[in-house]
């Protein structure tokens, strides 16, 4: 059986997603989440998936005596120092076709640019932000009558289909 660590830090859309995707299949689940009160913990907590509420400044203490097979950021704010990374393999979904668009309000800054496409990007998490290899990439087109929240909807329907194909592929 492989074990995954989904680390998230907002509502767990993403973190949902891998869940259902997996539901049946060889793979244990669990989820460490920094904030109390995160939307993720209450989606953990209807699916029957573990849960721990970590703090980021004990993250390396929590981590350093458990084993993951993958490590999958959904949503996770915060940088990972590289004694964290050197744990596992750790990956990160990010709303937009990196290297453009990095950091927070991705799909937004890509709205609001003269950019035609923005996309998806699946990469291996380094020190620095959403600059590890690529795994995958998904386009998207910004048509000219679409809303941010058109182009957010869009945006997060390719999150939800490809990371969970993507971390199956990962653990084959």
Same mark, same amino acid.
């Given at each position: @059986?492989?074990?995954?660590?989904? @680390?998230?830090? =907002?509502?767990?859309?993403?973190?949902?997603?891998? #869940?259902?995707?997996?539901?049946?299949? !060889?793979?244990?689940?669990?989820?460490? $989440?920094?904030?109390?009160?995160?939307?993720?913990?209450?989606?953990?907590?209807?699916?029957?998936? &573990?849960?721990?509420? #970590?703090?980021?400044?004990?993250?390396?203490?929590?981590?350093? !005596?458990? /084993?993951?097979?993958?490590?999958?950021?959904? =949503?996770? @704010?915060?940088?990972?120092?590289? /004694?964290?990374?050197?744990?596992?393999?750790?990956?990160?979904?990010?709303?937009?076709?990196?290297?453009?668009?990095?950091?927070?309000?991705?799909?937004?800054?890509?709205?609001?640019?003269?950019?035609?496409?923005? =996309?998806?990007?699946?990469?291996?998490?380094?020190?620095?932000?959403?600059? =590890?290899?690529?795994?995958?990439?998904? &386009? $998207? /087109?910004?048509?000219? !009558? @679409?809303?941010? $929240? !058109?182009?957010?909807?869009?945006?997060?329907?390719?999150?939800?289909?490809?990371?969970?194909?993507?971390?199956?592929?990962?653990?084959?």
């Amino acid at each position: @059986m492989k074990k995954i660590l989904v @680390m998230a830090s =907002g509502e767990g859309t993403n973190f949902e997603a891998i #869940v259902k995707y997996f539901k049946g299949k !060889d793979v244990q689940i669990e989820l460490l $989440c920094n904030i109390d009160g995160a939307g993720a913990l209450k989606r953990a907590a209807k699916l029957g998936i &573990k849960s721990y509420i #970590v703090r980021y400044s004990n993250t390396y203490v929590f981590l350093s !005596d458990k /084993k993951y097979d993958l490590y999958v950021l959904a =949503g996770y @704010m915060r940088i990972l120092p590289e /004694k964290i990374l050197e744990l596992g393999t750790f990956i990160n979904i990010h709303p937009s076709l990196l290297p453009e668009f990095k950091g927070v309000n991705a799909i937004k800054n890509a709205f609001l640019s003269s950019a035609h496409e923005t =996309g998806v990007s699946i990469h291996y998490v380094n020190k620095d932000v959403d600059s =590890g290899e690529l795994i995958a990439q998904q &386009k $998207c /087109k910004i048509e000219p !009558d @679409m809303t941010l $929240c !058109d182009l957010e909807e869009k945006i997060h329907g390719i999150e939800h289909n490809l990371y969970p194909r993507v971390i199956e592929g990962l653990l084959l």
